[in-house]
């Protein structure tokens, strides 16, 4: 699919290209329900042709912390634990409950925009101390600094290798 636009409150059009190397465009009407399918479609080809290592996602959600001045990033690798939950952590702290919201908005954001990748599980918002981005493969901690302290992720995981990332 190329494009679609809502045509009327229950229409809707979308261009279906076919791939091939002399592309064939078709013009199709469709209702609401058809639409919202259609939609879903693009934007899952549209996150396998962005298709990011677990190296590369981990660079990008580094930078996407960078960005809101998030400090003491730390990344644990975890590839080679046995039964761990996923391939890496990322944490890093905010100074305040809106700095931790706008570093985890700002991960959710960029991830989705360059990477084409929506977490799986966001939770924490609500209290401000801590929140987490499951991506599966890698999962982001953004605590205040009392929080990181209380939980010790890194002591926890200290048989992983580690990685600090300069503040900006």
């Known amino acids: 699919m190329h494009w679609w636009m809502q045509l009327s409150p229950d229409k809707y059009a979308f261009e279906l290209v076919n791939g091939s190397e002399n592309s064939m465009k078709e013009l199709y009407l469709c209702n609401f329900e058809n639409a919202k399918y259609l ?12 298709h990011l290592s677990t190296t590369q996602i981990t660079e990008l959600i580094v930078d996407s912390i960078q960005d809101i001045k998030g400090k003491n990033i730390v990344s644990l690798d975890l ?4 039964d761990a939950p996923t391939d890496y952590f990322i944490i890093c702290e905010g100074d305040s409950s809106t700095q931790i919201s706008a570093i985890a908005n700002n991960i959710v954001k960029r991830l ?17 101390t801590w929140v987490l981005v499951d991506y599966f493969d890698v999962i982001v901690h953004v605590f205040y600094p009392e929080t990181r302290r209380f939980y010790e992720i890194e002591e926890l995981w200290s048989d992983a290798k580690q990685t600090e990332y300069q503040n900006i």
């Open 112 to 128: 989705k925009e360059e990477a084409g990748l929506r977490p799986s599980h966001v939770e924490g918002k609500q209290s401000g």
């Open 79 to 82: 590839r080679e634990l046995d």
């Open 39 to 50: 939609k879903n479609l693009q934007e899952k080809t549209a996150q396998q042709e962005k």
